[in-house]
């Protein structure tokens, strides 16, 4: 059992894995059932354990696991909803020498499990079956699920009524609802049980960036010489340029940034931006933040968009259309209304709709948000586990666009330099804590790297 990470597939996907792994089903079962009974003695501390059972091979996996649990003397109880429909199902029910309890008039226990339903789910979980869920849950000390918890879109992350689960265990891999809102936060903590799956996606869960220190032949220029652009809120472009600093690029240049700043970051004014971007050792160019919408701030976006340098929009500068298959690596990192005002409302779970806007502008997205999804061109996307919730406060945005432009400067491609850029800024707010504010994160930073 592992937090969650690797490959993220989708129901069909899944079952496909499923079929190529060349393992039998009833084999894939028995281990996933055995993978459930670990997590509930584990989390459940040998407590009484009631486990809920549905019709298909979700249900299943909660027979197997009730048998093992029994055996191992935890004391055990099954409510179903209804008979197994599945082969293996009705044989797992028919291994279990105990009661079947009706879901609808289930005593609650301190341990639930919940194993009414998982990648089959196809539609809003029918009053007879959330009513008791949501009771049985609610009176419950711990609830871990099955998979997914029951009532939630796997591919998409819609809530079709879950109960909120403390622990998540899925098999094989994670699916979208682990990670998309609002499936996420119904998960509780996510882990992954192998079963033998072999899985392959070009979507993944975010993972920690191999990021080389300095070695002995580095100078500022090698490490990254990035530009920062500022505006009307100078403020903003400040946290970029000196989030840009401190998550490792060797030489910041802000261009009409004022206010307080490092001394090691250097001040151009604007007009100067058309030279500075001419000198072939910039690595990045990072504006939006805090630009504002003046005409002068557009022919500065132009500047850039035109310019052959790496570069990150963020903020004022992006709208509709705005870049288009620039052949320069490109990251813009919209939250939801710009996202929305520039790709429109879309259809499709966040994941579709990055994926596609990625694909529209020929740029890597970052769709920031409390399940920020990372897209690039031809389908690559990366989805991020929830970051604190105290990142919701004004500059932290900023920020990312900052880091973003550090890790285009040290030479990622774009889609590494957006998951390096969201990991280290998820792990500064991490370190940060509580009660953090924008600049907490640049005193972080350092500490990530
Ligand atoms: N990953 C792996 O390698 C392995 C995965 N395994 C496990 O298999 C699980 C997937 O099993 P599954 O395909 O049988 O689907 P599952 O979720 O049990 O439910 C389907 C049933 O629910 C019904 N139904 C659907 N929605 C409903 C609703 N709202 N309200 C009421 N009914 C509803 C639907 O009925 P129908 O839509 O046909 O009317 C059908 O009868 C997977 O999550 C994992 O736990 C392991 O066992 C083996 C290895
Ligand atoms: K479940």
């Not at 993944?204 to 032949?217: C, D, E, M, N, Y």
């Amino acid at each position: 059992m592992i937090p969650v990470s690797g490959c993220v597939l989708t129901a069909a996907q899944m079952h496909d894995a499923e079929i190529a792994s060349g393992i039998s089903l009833q084999k894939l079962m028995d281990r996933a059932g055995c993978a459930l009974a670990e997590a509930v003695w584990r989390f459940g501390s040998g407590r009484p354990a009631l486990i809920l059972c549905g019709p298909g091979n979700n249900g299943g996996d909660g027979y197997i696991a009730a048998r093992l649990l029994a055996a191992w003397g935890v004391d055990v109880s099954i409510a179903a909803s209804g008979f197994p429909k599945t082969e293996l199902a009705v044989a797992a029910r028919a291994a279990w020498d105990g009661l079947v309890g009706n879901l609808a008039n289930a005593q609650s226990s301190p341990v639930l499990v919940d194993a009414l339903f998982g990648t089959g789910l196809t539609r809003e979980l029918p009053a007879e079956i959330a009513k008791p869920l949501h009771r049985l849950a609610n009176a419950a000390e711990i609830v871990i699920a099955a998979d997914l918890p029951s009532g939630v879109g796997t591919d998409d992350g819609r809530d079709y009524g879950a109960a909120r689960a403390d622990i998540t265990l899925a098999f094989a891999a994670a699916k979208p609802a682990h990670l998309l809102q609002p499936a996420a936060s119904l998960c509780g903590k996510v882990r992954i049980a192998h079963i033998g799956v072999e899985c392959v996606a070009n979507v993944s869960v975010l993972a920690r960036p191999h990021l080389a220190q300095p070695g002995p032949t580095d100078h500022k220029y090698t490490r990254g010489m990035v530009i920062v652009v500022g505006g009307t809120m100078p403020g903003a472009a400040a946290l970029s340029a000196t989030a840009a600093a401190r998550s490792g690029a060797g030489y910041v240049v802000g261009i009409g940034v004022t206010g307080d700043l490092p001394h090691a970051i250097v001040r151009r004014d604007h007009d100067e931006l058309a030279n500075t971007l001419d000198d072939p050792r910039v690595r990045a160019v990072v504006i939006g933040p805090g630009l504002g919408r003046s005409d002068r701030a557009r022919e500065m976006v132009d500047l850039a968009i035109a310019s052959p340098c790496p570069l990150v929009l963020d903020g004022d500068a992006l709208a509709p259309n705005v870049v288009n298959d620039r052949p320069a690596p490109t990251i813009l990192t919209p939250h939801a209304g710009e996202f929305t005002r520039m790709f429109g409302d879309g259809d499709g779970s966040k994941l579709d709709r990055t994926r596609a806007a990625a694909d529209h502008c020929g740029a890597t997205i970052i769709f920031k948000g409390a399940d920020t999804v990372i897209a690039s061109p031809g389908g690559r996307a990366t989805l991020c586990p929830p970051a604190s919730a105290w990142l919701s406060t004004a500059g932290t945005g900023d920020v990312l666009a900052g880091i973003a432009g550090a890790m285009l400067a040290r030479g990622f491609a774009p889609h590494d330099a957006a998951c390096a850029a969201v990991w280290l800024h998820s792990e500064a707010a991490r370190l940060a804590g509580s009660g953090m504010i924008a600049d907490d994160l640049l005193t972080q930073l350092p500490r990530c790297l």
